[in-house]
């Protein structure tokens, strides 16, 4: 992806302060400098706020899951933003049938599924380009 600078402009919706670590407005997590992050706020407002006035090519939260955070990733993806999502599951079957991660999945919004093992293992599960599961 070519932005023509160096770097993303990231916006980070970091409901319950577990990402940044806010304290009186400051990370005390170093998140990068192009990132713009609201904290305190629901995640499916956060990431409308974002979209409309700081223009993020990539949107992070964590912890989806409530038909409310579909909605606000699917206008996310449909506003041409990207998103890096977190969400409870053992696999791909745990997604799946989940009514409000299938969503996603139904939509074709999820491009890939990454497992976090319990030694911190990252193992890829689903890869909506190759089709891997």
């Known amino acids: 992806m070519e932005y023509g600078f160096k770097g993303i402009?990231?916006?980070v919706v970091d409901e319950r302060g577990e990402i940044a670590a806010m304290y009186k407005g400051i990370p005390q997590n170093d998140l990068g400098e192009r990132t713009d992050i609201l904290d305190n706020v629901s995640k499916d407002l956060g990431m409308k706020m974002l979209i409309?006035?700081?223009s993020p090519n990539v949107i992070v939260a964590d912890e989806i899951g409530t038909?409310?955070?579909?909605e606000a990733i699917n206008y996310a993806i449909t506003s041409g933003v990207k998103g890096l999502f977190t969400?409870?599951?053992n696999d791909l079957k745990d997604i799946v049938l989940n009514p409000i991660l299938n969503k996603l999945y139904e939509l074709h919004i999820i491009e890939k599924?990454?497992?976090i093992e319990p030694n911190r293992?990252?193992?890829l599960i689903y890869d909506s380009f190759t089709k891997d599961t």
């Not at 038909?67 to 579909?70: A, F, L, M, T």
Request: aromatic residues 6%.
């Open 9 to 11: 402009n990231v916006g």
């Open 52 to 54: 409309r006035s700081m």
């Open 67 to 70: 038909y409310e955070d579909i």
């Open 87 to 89: 969400a409870h599951g």
């Open 113 to 115: 599924i990454i497992l």
């Open 121 to 123: 293992e990252l193992t």
